[in-house]
């Protein structure tokens, strides 16, 4: 296994969870490392990459929520999530995306990240 991801749970709308995400190859030697997600029905979707130079770019729906971070001594890579919403639920998965198109590896089985909301307050009054 290339990529072994690991982190993800159940959380509150509002909490915090942070991923990993060990890579069985020398990331400083590709350009960039990412984060990907997908939700039940929809497309697999980039969250946050990372360049070996440390630019970051991250999805417009997680920013200012979620950082990308990588250790390339440890050939590991971080995904800090904040403020979870239930819209964040989904696999995520990390991958070395290709210049050239397509990624280096095929994709792990991810790590499921389900955020359940605060729910509606019902109140009875006979």
């Known amino acids: 296994v290339q990529l072994q991801a690991s982190g993800g749970g159940l959380v509150q709308a509002g909490g915090s969870l942070r991923l990993s995400c060990a890579v069985r190859?020398?990331?400083?030697?590709?350009?960039?490392v990412g984060w990907y997600r997908q939700a039940p029905g929809k497309q697999r979707e980039m969250v946050a990459t990372?360049?070996?130079?440390?630019?970051?770019n991250s999805a417009d729906s997680v920013k200012g929520r979620f950082a990308i971070s990588k250790d390339d001594a440890k050939n590991m890579v971080y995904l800090q999530m904040n403020d979870l919403i239930p819209e964040d639920t989904a696999t995520y998965y990390c991958n070395l995306p290709n210049p050239s198109g397509g990624y280096y590896f095929s994709w792990g089985q991810g790590t499921q990240v389900t955020v359940w909301g605060q729910g509606t307050l019902v109140t009875v009054s006979s």
């Open positions: 190859r020398s990331i400083n030697r590709f350009k960039a």
């Open positions: 990372i360049q070996n130079g440390g630019i970051t």
